[in-house]
């Protein structure tokens, strides 16, 4: 984001309002538009507010912006000759289209990290900067030739990136796929995209679980899909819900996240595994199965996945690098049958030609020469690590506050407050106090619970967060 330059001897205020004037000038603030307050604005450039007023006021002065009591400040309509006939209305444009915008919840986090990188993240489902294995890239892009062709790659991915992945998977899982059963994708959000996109139609009834990670992409409603939920206790959610559901709306597909699930950390059991699998064959609903934590379980011994589980060719499988690797790379896969690689491949084509074949050159290696196994087993000590600082911190912090339950793995731990708590008015107080997490409303729960990742934040910082967290629970009665 632009900033004002203070070893510059043009004002501050000046700065800003020639800022403001270029982006009016350019068509981001079209005529008639609302600009923002001028707490607002002081706030992200990092100014005083009365050095906005003085730039607001040159603005005014010169005709470009105005301001009526209780409407806030807009752009004139009647600038330079400038109608609204000759500038477009971006603002029907961007309020337009079938692809939604995130939840609040979600820009609100997004955009106070961006404005406040030095707040302790408990929100954002990334590892910390010490957990990437940026070393390792740093060396195989030194010590590896890349003697690759800079053309368009296979838009199904590099090839022996997936004959890679065929083998770590079935070392690593027990998961049986070939090369042309995998299809390489940007992330599991490209995959969940490709899927909703190109298997589903609109109105088609989905099942998601509750709480879930589904339920925080708008994705699944761009795609006009009906979300059906199915709760979720200790043991994951209770298959013999499917049929019910089925019963009624006549379920297309289920989206799961079975081990280490997102947001709450349970594990679905294997009894509970085995009679899903047996519901899904019967009535012939796919699943989805994301599947991004199961190798960070912290006893070293990963839960079964459904996939490693399914005879009958089911479930499609997603699974990537972002959450315990390196987010940065953008690498995920999705393992299904070829007619179904085949359909988003193609679809995948139209959208991007395919991934850069750098990123997968890149993985290939890191993962064909054990560099990815042994980024587990570290991750494994250091999350087990972080994790019970959270839990002992939320013991001893926050107390009869919270309840929880202790996850085994992921990144993740799903708090409940044992009062009635409001989720924005929480979020805020913890912002005002430089502590972020994600209520829990965003992934589809009750208000009155919250995420808390330990992924991101130093163990250093965990403890003063909680601190800080527990000083905006308090503030807000």
């Not at 752009?75 to 692809?99: D, S």
């Not at 296979?154 to 027990?174: A, I, K, M, N």
């Not at 998601?208 to 795609?223: G, K, N, R, V």
């Not at 309840?403 to 044992?418: A, T, V």
């Amino acid at each position: 984001m632009w900033k004002p330059d203070r070893s510059v001897k043009k004002p501050i205020y000046q700065q800003i309002a020639d800022y403001i004037e270029r982006r009016i000038t350019f068509g981001e603030f079209p005529p008639g538009s609302s600009l923002p307050s001028e707490r607002k604005l002081a706030d992200s450039l990092g100014v005083n507010r009365s050095t906005v007023i003085l730039a607001y006021e040159e603005l005014r002065a010169s005709g470009i912006i105005e301001s009526a009591k209780g409407s806030g400040t807009r752009v004139t309509r009647h600038k330079w000759g400038i109608t609204p006939k000759q500038t477009p209305n971006w603002k029907t444009y961007v309020e337009g289209g079938t692809f939604l915008p995130n939840l609040p919840f979600i820009r609100r986090i997004r955009e106070e990290l961006r404005i406040a990188p030095g707040a302790i993240d408990f929100a954002s489902g990334e590892l910390s900067t010490d957990l990437f294995p940026n070393d390792i890239i740093r060396e195989l892009l030194q010590t590896k030739s890349f003697q690759e062709d800079l053309g368009y790659d296979d838009p199904q991915g590099y090839s022996p990136l997936r004959e890679t992945l065929v083998r770590f998977l079935e070392t690593q899982l027990h998961i049986q796929s070939t090369e042309s059963s995998i299809l390489i994708t940007s992330g599991s959000q490209q995959s969940l995209y490709l899927i909703t996109q190109c298997l589903l139609s609109p109105g088609d009834a989905v099942a998601i679980e509750d709480p879930s990670y589904c339920y925080s992409l708008p994705m699944f409603q761009s795609a006009g899909l009906r979300l059906f939920r199915l709760p979720v206790d200790d043991e994951g959610m209770n298959p013999d819900d499917i049929i019910a559901l089925h019963r009624q709306h006549r379920i297309r597909m289920l989206f799961l996240n079975p081990n280490f699930q997102n947001p709450t950390g349970s594990v679905l059991s294997l009894e509970r595994k085995t009679r899903l699998l047996s519901i899904a064959s019967e009535l012939g609903i796919p699943i989805v199965e994301d599947d991004p934590f199961t190798l960070t379980s912290f006893e070293g011994t990963p839960p079964p996945t459904l996939k490693s589980l399914d005879k009958t060719g089911n479930v499609l499988y997603i699974g990537s690098l972002s959450k315990i690797a390196a987010s940065g790379l953008r690498i995920g896969w999705l393992i299904a049958p070829q007619a179904v690689v085949s359909r988003l491949t193609d679809a995948r084509q139209q959208m991007d030609f395919g991934l850069s074949r750098i990123p997968q050159w890149v993985a290939n290696h890191f993962i064909a020469g054990g560099h990815f196994e042994n980024q587990i087993h570290l991750l494994r000590k250091s999350l087990k690590l972080k994790r019970d600082s959270l839990m002992s911190g939320l013991h001893d912090i926050m107390g009869d506050s919270v309840s929880f339950m202790e996850p085994q793995g992921g990144l993740n731990i799903w708090c409940k407050f044992n009062r009635e708590v409001d989720d924005f008015k929480l979020l805020d107080e913890a912002i005002k106090r430089g502590v972020l997490f994600v209520p829990g409303s965003v992934y589809g729960s009750d208000q009155g619970h919250m995420r808390v990742s330990f992924a991101r934040p130093r163990q250093d910082e965990i403890r003063q967060g909680l601190a800080q967290l527990y000083e905006a629970l308090q503030e807000h009665k």
